[in-house]
């Protein structure tokens, strides 16, 4: 069984710039959710899809966003890109997103904004 | 807003020894996981207590949630060098299905 699968794994951005980062979920998990992981900061929720609707969201910025297509598939896209917003970018499975359930992570797309 | 505060930071040990790492937080969680994550990789789940006072075992790793749901610990015994990775504290609370992550604990254990 395939794990989730991020891409692309690695890019690169000017300011002002945005971006769109693609997760793909284990075949039959409806739940994605995504994370933003910085040295400072740690790992902090930014949203989870479920069904292509979000159901939560962490306290980030409306820059910001995302979407799931009724494969399951989830995009999240950050515009005007500034330098804080460099990071791994985190996505993770679940089967229905129960808050005790078995969450699967990817390998993360690493972002650099110069 | 929840915390999780995770400690020590770093940890750098030899090969054989234990160790201890703790999440303390002033909130209530109604479970709680812990996670390793290496290099290049997303973390990976190892164990998720749900109970007040709950140990469970995985090999030679031991965790425990407290007694008031607001503290857990990862103890492991005679620790390997494939044991090294940043270990992750998260929990939930209520119905959200969100995961507030501790800060990490880095382990380096050395041969």
């Known amino acids: 069984k395939a794990g989730v699968t991020q891409t692309p794994r690695y890019l690169i951005k000017t300011r002002g710039q945005q971006v769109t980062l693609s997760c793909s979920p284990i075949?039959?998990?409806?739940?994605v959710s995504w994370y933003q992981q910085t040295p400072g900061q740690g790992l902090q929720f930014l949203f989870e899809y479920f069904s292509e609707t979000q159901r939560n969201k962490g306290n980030f910025p409306g820059r910001f966003s995302g979407r799931q297509f009724s494969n399951s598939r989830s995009e999240m896209n950050v515009s005007t890109l500034e330098l804080g917003d460099s990071a791994l970018y985190l996505c993770a499975s679940s089967l229905s997103g129960h808050r005790n359930e078995k969450l699967f992570f990817g390998s993360g797309t690493q972002l650099s904004v110069l | 807003t929840q915390l999780l505060e995770q400690s020590p930071q770093f940890l750098s040990i030899q090969e054989g020894e234990n160790l201890t790492v703790y999440c303390n937080s002033s909130?209530?969680?109604?479970?709680l996981q812990w996670y390793r994550q290496e290099p290049g990789e997303g973390p990976v789940l190892l164990v998720t207590?749900?109970?007040?006072?709950e140990v469970k075992k995985l090999k030679r790793l031991t965790f425990q949630f407290g007694d008031a749901r607001k503290d857990s610990s990862l103890h492991i015994t005679a620790a390997q060098p494939g044991d090294t990775g940043l270990y992750l504290c998260?929990?939930?609370?209520?119905?959200?299905?969100?995961?507030?992550f501790g800060s990490g604990t880095q382990l380096t254990v050395l041969p």
């Open positions: 909130s209530v969680f109604s479970s």
């Open positions: 207590v749900v109970t007040g006072g």
């Open positions: 998260a929990g939930a609370s209520g119905s959200a299905r969100q995961l507030t």
């Open positions: 075949s039959g998990h409806r739940s």
